[in-house]
């Protein structure tokens, strides 16, 4: 079975520190595909990224980056520096060869205070 | 712009009464989905689409409702068999709909029961 895991329910931050949220996942498919979206106050989800299992080179794309281990079944996101604009609930999911449906973790509350 | 709208922003519905949320994109994409998302919580798959003409249901899909009858829309009736309607309400799009894809999502419906 599917299943998303994303223990932190809520982060406090300062502005300027680094933080990471945590997402564990569960699967049996060997192929599957990884998602990170925003949810800001607005209510739209934003597309962050997407990961494939079969790459696990991590990425960074400015102040975001990703570290995705197989071994652990965790692909966790790390804001450097972070800002007030970066307040958002995020959300990891996951999604399995051949099927449509995204299964979402509960989602990280990050608040970042000036 | 291309994009996904949905309409409206909010909705007050009174209990026993259908009600039916408008989702459209531009984006040329075949596949579109409604999710539904309760407070705390992640976001679950009530039915999706590949092509016109055709729909699955998801997770969720019992007191709901759809159609497909233009590429570009997906309406969504919440209907009165859905014993808790009250939720936020997301629709998202993606290029066909396979496994590989990523979906885009739209600002969502805020829909209250009164």
């Known amino acids: 079975a599917q299943k998303v895991t994303q223990a932190q329910t809520e982060i406090s931050v300062v502005e300027k520190e680094d933080v990471t949220l945590d997402c564990v996942y569960e699967t049996r498919d060997t192929t599957y595909y990884l998602f990170w979206y925003k949810q800001p106050p607005s209510g739209e989800l934003v597309f962050l990224i997407r990961r494939n299992s079969f790459d696990e080179q991590n990425e960074i794309s400015g102040r975001y980056s990703w570290n995705f281990q197989k071994s652990t079944s965790s692909f966790n996101f790390t804001i450097t520096a972070s800002q007030v604009v970066d307040s958002a609930v995020y959300f990891c999911?996951?999604?399995?060869?051949?099927?449509?449906?995204?299964?979402f973790g509960t989602g990280t509350r990050l608040l970042v205070s000036p | 712009d291309g994009g996904i709208t949905q309409s409206p922003k909010y909705l007050f519905r009174k209990e026993g009464q259908n009600v039916t949320l408008s989702c459209e994109q531009n984006?040329?994409?075949?596949?579109m989905y409604w999710y539904r998302q309760d407070p705390g919580q992640g976001l679950r798959l009530i039915y999706y689409s590949q092509i016109v003409n055709d729909f699955q249901k998801g997770d969720i899909a019992e007191g709901y409702s759809v159609s497909r009858e233009k590429k570009e829309s997906f309406p969504l009736t919440v209907t009165s068999a859905q014993k808790n309607p009250t939720a936020f309400y997301l629709c998202a799009s993606s290029s066909n709909g396979w496994s590989t894809d990523t979906q885009y999502f739209g600002p969502g419906t805020r829909l209250t029961v009164l």
């Open positions: 984006l040329n994409h075949d596949a």
């Open positions: 999911a996951l999604k399995e060869t051949g099927f449509q449906k995204l299964v």
